[in-house]
């Protein structure tokens, strides 16, 4: 398990729920912030190349995040992430701006390709997800913010730039004066989008009076399985984990339908649709070895070929059923990926603020999945702190073993939600 004590400390992920319907108190819409921001229109163009970025910056994270001491189950939602680290590098220069489109594999031009990538590829999503009802179709929303202190100066480019392309509009609030009102304000707005399985991002400690901004994303899915598993037909089975100890675990059973199948170098993996087939779980297995040695293959290339190469076969699945939120502090594992000018006295902020001397405090991310026989909930929430210093003829896919799994967009190859079970009766860090 991940432990809270680690660089990486543990706190539950982000929380799967049931966000706002359309016309209802707080609905405010898939990444928007309030009615004063206009989204600048989609450039097909651009989203290919933002989408390999995303694919780029999952790989690289998950090896961190994977490599903590004593392993254990892992998840995280790239998107989100990508979205909050996004909206802070409009407002980087210099060396930290060079960093940080880096760590993100921002395409060129930079920054602007990928601003508009990540526009273009958010309403893609949100055209085609945000009014699903969570059964016949998947219900995916993301919604973006901005918070900042009530009498912060923002610069108008920056300004500008989270409006148009993240749909976030400034969202002043009383860091200086009331701080812990401030953050109760954002984890309600979090909790909210996320149907209170995430109601506090934000822990105590986490904003203070020398806060001058923060930025959210909270991302949120309810899809049911194209083909949903019988819940009478679910029984305890055997699940051997790496060590070689086995524990008994509720198996889902079924179906015996087409899906996505591809064998690798050590590996196979089945992609299992949600309905109306946009949106998938790729599920991952070793075949020989333990899941290290596919861990050890996962780069953006290999994401790519995976998400992109599945044929159309019968395929007799079992998979397990399982519950797991993990809360994780991003600080130590962005700064080894490649920025870590960002989080010291020597970052530059100037294109975000007239205030002098930013630097981010700290990134904080909470991830919440549920897979059962339905189908699958998840949720999650990403918040940069800145601040100044201080079937029998188809194969059999039983996944039996520790697996790796990626939710993903079809259409444009974006990884939403990514993780491993070692063990599906874990829920949580211990």
Same mark, same amino acid.
């Given at each position: 398990?991940?432990?809270?004590?680690?660089?990486?400390?543990?706190?539950? /992920?982000?929380?799967?729920?049931? *966000?706002?319907?359309?016309?209802?108190?707080?609905?405010?819409?898939?990444?928007?912030?309030?009615?004063?921001?206009? %989204?600048?229109?989609?450039?097909?163009?651009? !989203?290919? +190349?933002?989408?390999? *970025?995303?694919?780029?910056?999952?790989?690289?994270?998950?090896?961190?995040?994977?490599?903590?001491?004593?392993?254990?189950?892992?998840?995280?939602?790239?998107?989100?992430?990508?979205?909050?680290l996004a909206m802070t590098r409009a407002g980087a220069g210099s060396t930290t701006a060079d960093e !940080?489109?880096?760590?993100?594999?921002? $395409?060129?031009?930079?920054?602007?390709?990928?601003?508009?990538?990540?526009?273009?590829?958010?309403?893609?999503?949100?055209?085609?997800?945000?009014?699903?009802?969570?059964?016949?179709?998947? #219900?995916?929303?993301?919604?973006?913010?901005?918070?900042?202190?009530?009498?912060?100066?923002?610069?108008?480019?920056?300004?500008?730039?989270?409006?148009?392309?993240?749909?976030?509009?400034?969202?002043?609030?009383?860091?200086?004066?009331?701080?812990?009102?401030?953050?109760?304000?954002?984890?309600?707005?979090?909790?909210?989008?996320?149907?209170?399985?995430?109601?506090?991002? /934000?822990?105590? &400690?986490?904003?203070?009076?020398?806060? #001058?901004?923060?930025?959210?994303?909270?991302?949120?899915?309810?899809?049911?399985?194209?083909?949903?598993?019988?819940?009478?037909?679910?029984?305890?089975?055997?699940?051997?984990?790496?060590?070689?100890?086995?524990? &008994?675990?509720?198996?889902?059973?079924?179906?015996?339908?087409?899906?996505?199948?591809?064998?690798?170098?050590?590996? #196979?993996?089945?992609? @299992? $649709?949600?309905?109306?087939?946009?949106?998938?779980?790729?599920?991952?297995?070793?075949? %020989?070895?333990?899941?290290?040695?596919?861990? +050890?293959?996962? &780069?953006?290339?290999?994401?790519?070929?995976?998400?992109?190469?599945? #044929?159309?076969?019968?395929?007799?699945?079992?998979?397990?059923?399982?519950?797991?939120?993990?809360?994780?502090?991003?600080?130590?594992?962005?700064?080894?990926?490649?920025?870590?000018?960002?989080?010291?006295?020597?970052?530059? =902020?100037?294109?975000?603020?007239?205030?002098? *001397?930013?630097?981010?405090?700290?990134?904080?991310?909470?991830?919440?999945?549920?897979? &059962?026989?339905?189908?699958?909930?998840?949720?999650?929430?990403?918040?940069?702190?800145?601040?100044?210093?201080?079937?029998?003829?188809?194969?059999?896919? =039983? @996944?039996?073993?520790?697996?790796?799994?990626?939710?993903?967009?079809?259409?444009?190859? @974006?990884?939403?939600? /990514?993780?491993?079970?070692?063990?599906?009766?874990?829920?949580?860090?211990?």
């Amino acid at each position: 398990m991940v432990s809270r004590r680690s660089i990486l400390r543990a706190v539950p /992920l982000a929380a799967a729920a049931v *966000a706002a319907a359309p016309g209802s108190p707080g609905w405010l819409g898939p990444s928007s912030t309030s009615t004063d921001t206009v %989204r600048l229109p989609p450039d097909p163009a651009t !989203m290919q +190349a933002a989408a390999a *970025a995303v694919r780029g910056f999952t790989a690289d994270l998950y090896r961190t995040l994977a490599s903590t001491p004593a392993g254990g189950n892992v998840a995280f939602a790239p998107y989100s992430i990508g979205l909050a680290l996004a909206m802070t590098r409009a407002g980087a220069g210099s060396t930290t701006a060079d960093e !940080m489109d880096a760590v993100l594999h921002a $395409p060129y031009p930079r920054p602007t390709a990928l601003d508009s990538g990540l526009n273009t590829v958010d309403q893609s999503l949100a055209g085609r997800y945000q009014d699903g009802d969570g059964t016949k179709k998947p #219900r995916l929303t993301t919604a973006n913010a901005l918070w900042t202190r009530l009498d912060l100066g923002l610069r108008p480019g920056f300004r500008d730039t989270l409006a148009g392309h993240y749909g976030a509009a400034p969202r002043p609030v009383d860091f200086g004066g009331a701080p812990q009102v401030a953050r109760q304000e954002i984890n309600t707005w979090v909790s909210e989008r996320t149907n209170a399985k995430i109601p506090e991002l /934000l822990r105590s &400690d986490a904003v203070s009076p020398s806060t #001058r901004l923060i930025l959210t994303n909270a991302t949120y899915l309810r899809a049911a399985w194209k083909y949903q598993f019988t819940l009478a037909a679910t029984a305890l089975g055997p699940f051997t984990r790496d060590d070689g100890t086995v524990v &008994d675990v509720p198996i889902m059973r079924g179906p015996f339908d087409r899906m996505g199948y591809l064998e690798g170098d050590g590996w #196979r993996a089945v992609d @299992v $649709p949600y309905a109306g087939d946009g949106l998938a779980m790729a599920i991952v297995m070793p075949t %020989r070895g333990n899941l290290a040695a596919v861990e +050890a293959k996962l &780069d953006a290339t290999w994401l790519g070929a995976l998400l992109t190469g599945f #044929r159309s076969v019968d395929v007799q699945l079992r998979l397990p059923r399982w519950t797991f939120r993990l809360p994780v502090e991003l600080g130590a594992a962005l700064s080894g990926l490649g920025m870590p000018t960002a989080f010291t006295s020597q970052a530059d =902020f100037t294109a975000m603020s007239t205030e002098p *001397a930013l630097r981010i405090d700290n990134v904080v991310h909470e991830t919440f999945i549920a897979v &059962d026989e339905k189908g699958t909930e998840a949720a999650a929430a990403s918040a940069v702190i800145v601040r100044p210093p201080s079937i029998p003829q188809g194969p059999q896919f =039983f @996944v039996n073993r520790p697996f790796l799994y990626v939710i993903h967009d079809r259409l444009t190859g @974006v990884p939403l939600f /990514l993780g491993r079970v070692h063990n599906p009766l874990v829920t949580g860090p211990a």
